[in-house]
DNA sequence: TCTTATT
């Protein structure tokens, strides 16, 4: 660049200072140069900002003493897209006030991260944009940001202790439904129908939030009495029962004990959940949703779910939202989860997917084999390679079930 | 992802 058609250009410099490493002597890849007048040095940033020197693109901004800045005018901008540019971003900051810097975060090797802050000299001006957001949204390249006023470390750690605090009252909620459902279908199966129930416990999936139960009979005359029960109802008539029902059963058995022999939680705690669900029409203890599936193991040396199939070939850029849409179509889907195959030579996906009744994994079975379906086949080849779906076999899903269940 | 290569 010729200098003196710059200094006509841009305006008189005073000093250009290069920074060197103390130790090392390298460049630090920064320079100040201060300008006779401010004007100046304005038109110099806006000029040579992100313009490409010798190799590298180089990023101009005005200088000013960061440490005199006040915090509560600055914001913390998320959600920016990789093509960011702060000059834009700038101007139209200023519209609510006077900027005085807006910086997106760069890795070390200068990749743009989503992430930025904007600099305000008062904190009126931060506030005026924090209201403005509201009611209107700033999008920058047609996304939109997401702005939230700085929080130091301390705000943020208080902030992380509201979310555990929330978190364990999640956990505890959570605990008392399995809980609940859990002596809803003993209670129902020992003492209404007479059944000799082995062993049953409840998850609710951390996922779809919907909570399923594994029950082992005494007997496979049990267990198949009521796994046809469930097939023609699709669902057990134990789950007709209400959240006041689940809150006696609590109190008479009192709450479960954990391995160390602490309490879950106490029934105090978790007596206003149930009040409140029992006031609400969707209870969901009275059975009116169909959010629930019974797992029968019918004896321990057969453990396979007949609601289980394991779906491999799935090709590794499909979503799980898309195997979710596509599976669902043959019947109603309690679980799905979705991961690489073990062998990392082979790039594709495979999936587990729980089906709510053996009828409708049989027609899954059925209609994804289907050769003659024109429509499946069409669909077929946007999931699976080839358009070829391949299921896993029993015997090597029975060596997974054991991670499935964990 | 709540900072900053600051004469």
């Given at each position: 660049?010729?200098?003196?058609?710059?200094?006509q250009?841009?305006?008189?410099?005073?000093?250009?200072?290069?920074?060197?490493?103390?130790?090392?002597?390298?460049?630090k890849?920064q320079?100040?140069?201060?300008?006779?007048?401010?004007?100046?040095a304005?038109?110099?940033?806006?000029?040579?900002?992100?313009?490409?020197f010798i190799?590298?693109?180089?990023?101009?901004?005005?200088?000013?003493?960061?440490?005199?800045?006040?915090?509560?005018?600055?914001?913390?901008?998320?959600?920016?897209?990789?093509?960011?540019?702060y000059?834009?971003?700038?101007?139209?900051?200023?519209?609510?006030?006077?900027?005085?810097?807006?910086?997106?975060?760069?890795?070390?090797?200068?990749?743009?991260?989503?992430?930025?802050?904007?600099?305000?000299?008062?904190?009126?001006?931060?506030?005026?944009?924090?209201?403005?957001?509201?009611?209107?949204?700033?999008?920058?390249?047609?996304?939109?940001?997401?702005?939230?006023?700085?929080?130091d470390?301390?705000?943020?750690?208080?902030?992380?202790?509201?979310?555990?605090?929330?978190?364990?009252?999640?956990?505890?909620?959570?605990?008392?439904?399995?809980?609940?459902?859990?002596?809803?279908?003993?209670?129902?199966?020992?003492?209404?129908?007479?059944?000799?129930?082995?062993?049953?416990?409840?998850?609710?999936d951390?996922?779809t939030k919907?909570?399923?139960?594994?029950?082992?009979?005494?007997?496979?005359?049990?267990?198949?009495?009521?796994?046809?029960?469930?097939?023609?109802?699709?669902?057990?008539?134990?789950?007709?029962?209400n959240?006041?029902?689940?809150?006696?059963?609590?109190?008479?058995?009192?709450?479960?004990?954990?391995?160390?022999g602490?309490?879950?939680?106490?029934?105090?705690?978790?007596?206003?959940?149930?009040?409140?669900?029992?006031?609400?029409?969707?209870?969901?203890?009275?059975?009116?949703?169909?959010?629930?599936?019974?797992?029968l193991?019918?004896?321990?040396?057969?453990?396979?779910?007949?609601r289980?199939?394991?779906?491999?070939?799935?090709?590794?850029?499909v979503t799980?939202?898309?195997?979710?849409?596509?599976?669902?179509?043959?019947?109603?889907?309690?679980?799905?989860?979705?991961?690489?195959?073990?062998?990392s030579r082979?790039?594709?996906?495979?999936?587990?997917?729980?089906?709510?009744?053996?009828?409708?994994?049989?027609?899954?079975?059925?209609?994804?084999?289907?050769?003659?379906?024109?429509?499946t086949?069409?669909?077929?080849?946007?999931i699976?390679?080839?358009?070829?779906?391949?299921?896993?076999?029993?015997?090597?899903?029975q060596?997974?079930?054991?991670?499935?269940?964990?």
């Amino acid at each position: 660049m010729d200098e003196d058609q710059t200094q006509q250009e841009e305006g008189e410099i005073q000093s250009v200072k290069i920074k060197k490493d103390k130790l090392t002597k390298q460049s630090k890849g920064q320079a100040f140069i201060t300008f006779r007048n401010r004007d100046s040095a304005e038109q110099a940033r806006k000029k040579f900002n992100n313009q490409v020197f010798i190799e590298n693109k180089i990023r101009v901004k005005p200088y000013f003493n960061f440490h005199k800045v006040d915090k509560k005018a600055n914001i913390f901008i998320r959600n920016l897209p990789e093509d960011a540019d702060y000059l834009e971003l700038e101007q139209e900051f200023s519209r609510f006030g006077k900027v005085l810097s807006v910086d997106v975060h760069r890795d070390q090797s200068g990749k743009q991260l989503n992430y930025g802050y904007l600099q305000y000299e008062t904190k009126e001006d931060a506030e005026k944009l924090m209201k403005r957001i509201l009611n209107h949204p700033i999008t920058h390249k047609g996304k939109l940001m997401k702005l939230e006023k700085f929080k130091d470390l301390s705000e943020r750690k208080a902030n992380q202790h509201l979310f555990t605090q929330e978190h364990l009252h999640l956990n505890i909620v959570v605990r008392s439904f399995e809980y609940g459902w859990l002596l809803v279908i003993k209670d129902y199966l020992t003492r209404v129908q007479g059944d000799q129930v082995m062993d049953c416990f409840v998850r609710i999936d951390s996922v779809t939030k919907q909570p399923w139960a594994i029950v082992t009979f005494e007997t496979y005359k049990e267990a198949k009495a009521n796994l046809d029960k469930c097939e023609a109802l699709r669902k057990h008539p134990c789950f007709n029962s209400n959240s006041q029902k689940v809150i006696e059963l609590i109190k008479k058995y009192g709450p479960p004990v954990n391995s160390d022999g602490s309490i879950s939680f106490t029934i105090e705690q978790i007596t206003p959940f149930f009040e409140e669900m029992n006031k609400d029409p969707h209870d969901i203890f009275k059975g009116e949703n169909d959010n629930f599936f019974f797992n029968l193991a019918y004896n321990n040396l057969l453990k396979i779910d007949e609601r289980l199939m394991v779906i491999q070939n799935i090709k590794k850029d499909v979503t799980k939202d898309q195997i979710l849409e596509f599976l669902s179509q043959f019947g109603r889907v309690i679980s799905l989860k979705i991961g690489k195959t073990k062998n990392s030579r082979i790039q594709f996906q495979q999936c587990f997917v729980h089906y709510q009744t053996m009828q409708d994994l049989k027609r899954a079975r059925s209609e994804l084999f289907d050769d003659k379906n024109e429509k499946t086949i069409k669909q077929r080849k946007e999931i699976f390679k080839d358009g070829h779906p391949v299921e896993s076999t029993k015997k090597k899903l029975q060596s997974w079930q054991s991670i499935v269940q964990g």
